[in-house]
């Protein structure tokens, strides 16, 4: 009973690389999403998908890219790290229904120098 | 746009104490509030709540809302020190699906 995998758990990047950051679910939701985590500032939405081929912004979205080619799938890439970038990532997914809870994922610790 | 006032942001107590953790909100077209835990890793759900005035509880944890005042709050009754988390509170609107708006969070510390 896997339920929302990501990938890595860690991560160093040098200011400028990129990178893709792998989030997968097998509840086949509907709704997926990306969120920051700083300290004092909760979590921030920074992108979201109501379904396959379907993509939006969140709160934060600036330096980063997503897509949804399949139900399970929903990678989120940073396409030039900077050290603002340094935060723990969750990814989460829910049914979409009304009310429906989310299950985050494990978080990614990147930290970027 | 979406706020949401979580307090106090930090607290410690002493186990077997009662603990009474806040939230207020504004949204525009409120759908839910949802509770959840974070002890290091992931936020794991404890409570979802849409209609006013209803408790939710498990076990030594409850939670209610008050839609006309615009908040809830979150009792955890004879802490133990497993207790020790960050707890979140989010609210989702009518129009935005599933999109989560959180606060910041309270640090909650139980010391034996």
């Known amino acids: 009973n896997a339920g929302v995998t990501q990938t890595p758990k860690f991560q160093v990047l040098k200011t400028g690389q990129s990178m893709t950051l792998q989030c997968a679910q097998d509840?086949?939701?509907?709704?997926m999403s990306w969120y920051r985590q700083d300290p004092g500032m909760g979590l921030r939405l920074i992108h979201y998908?109501?379904?396959?081929?379907?993509?939006d912004q969140g709160e934060v979205p600036n330096g980063y890219n997503v897509s949804r080619s399949t139900t399970e799938d929903f990678p989120l890439r940073l396409l030039s790290a900077a050290p603002s970038q340094t935060s723990v990532y969750f990814c989460?997914?829910?049914?979409?229904?009304?009310?429906?809870?989310?299950?985050f994922g494990q978080g990614t610790r990147l930290t970027v120098v | 746009e979406d706020k949401v006032v979580q307090s106090p942001l930090s607290l410690v107590v002493h186990e077997g104490d009662t603990v009474t953790l806040n939230c207020s909100y504004e949204?525009?077209?409120?759908?839910?509030l949802l509770w959840y835990k974070q002890e290091k890793k992931a936020p794991t759900f404890l409570f979802m709540l849409t209609s006013s005035g209803i408790e939710k509880k498990s076990g030594r944890l409850s939670s209610i809302l008050d839609k006309k005042e615009l908040f809830s709050i979150l009792n955890i009754t004879a802490t133990q020190t497993g207790d020790s988390a960050v707890y979140l509170c989010a609210v989702t609107e009518e129009t935005s699906g599933s999109r989560l708006t959180f606060g910041e969070g309270t640090q909650l510390t139980v010391n034996p």
């Open positions: 998908s109501v379904g396959a081929g379907i993509t």
């Open positions: 989460a997914s829910s049914y979409g229904g009304r009310g429906a809870e989310a299950f």
């Open positions: 949204v525009t077209n409120f759908r839910s």
């Open positions: 509840m086949n939701h509907e709704y």
